[in-house]
């Protein structure tokens, strides 16, 4: 995960999605079982702004993907109420595997990438495994930052790891400049740096 600023939200969001919902749901009311009840989709056809939002990166995964998902950062099947569907606040650029992963009852457990400070999180080299640095993140935050990453596989996750390692190659074996990969894959690029500052080669 990596540092993410807020944006506004689109021009016509408010009608096209927060009231158009609104109306929806004063026809569709949620049912106390959810069953195969679903709030109708409003949010899908800001897909593009919010991934130019994230700069094409998924939220948690801190790297550029081919294509994401809207990740209702508090899920509207939870606690909290279906009304958090039509609010661009909550909404997160997020990989469809991740954004699966999520469960309504982590409400309030996860982390929120708008909260992610700088130097959280790092990438070691070779391996490309994430690593909490623990005495940069506040106390209060750290079980969730724990639970997050576990909860998720962010850290160790063999999919994610491969991206990782692919964005590597790309850098030591493709011509990508380190800008390049700065702008693809932030946390592997400051372990390249790292690397570098250490006068270490990568391994041929």
């Not at 550029?64 to 958090?84: L, M, N, Q, R």
């Not at 130097?119 to 993140?137: A, D, K, Q, T």
């Not at 724990?146 to 491969?162: M, N, P, Q």
Request: aromatic share 10%.
């Amino acid at each position: 995960m990596i540092r993410v600023e807020r944006t506004r939200e689109p021009e016509t969001f408010d009608v096209r999605c927060r009231q158009a919902g609104a109306g929806w749901l004063d026809t569709h009311p949620r049912p106390a079982d959810l069953g195969t009840w679903r709030p109708n989709k409003y949010w899908t056809q800001f897909l593009p702004q919010l991934r130019a939002a994230f700069h094409e990166r998924c939220a948690y995964l801190g790297m550029w993907i081919a294509s994401g998902t809207v990740d209702h950062f508090e899920s509207w099947a939870g606690a909290g109420g279906v009304a958090k569907a039509y609010e661009w606040s909550n909404y997160r650029y997020a990989d469809s595997a991740v954004n699966s992963a999520k469960k309504p009852a982590w409400d309030g457990m996860l982390l929120d990438p708008f909260e992610v400070g700088d130097g959280w999180f790092e990438v070691e080299l070779p391996s490309c495994l994430l690593r909490i640095v623990e005495h940069r993140v506040p106390p209060e935050v750290l079980p969730r930052v724990r639970f997050t990453i576990d909860k998720l596989g962010l850290g160790h996750r063999e999919d994610v790891v491969a991206l990782r390692r692919e964005w590597l190659r790309l850098h030591e074996e493709e011509g990508l400049s380190l800008e390049g990969l700065r702008g693809k894959a932030p946390l592997v690029a400051s372990a390249v740096e790292r690397r570098n500052a250490r006068g270490t080669t990568p391994k041929t």
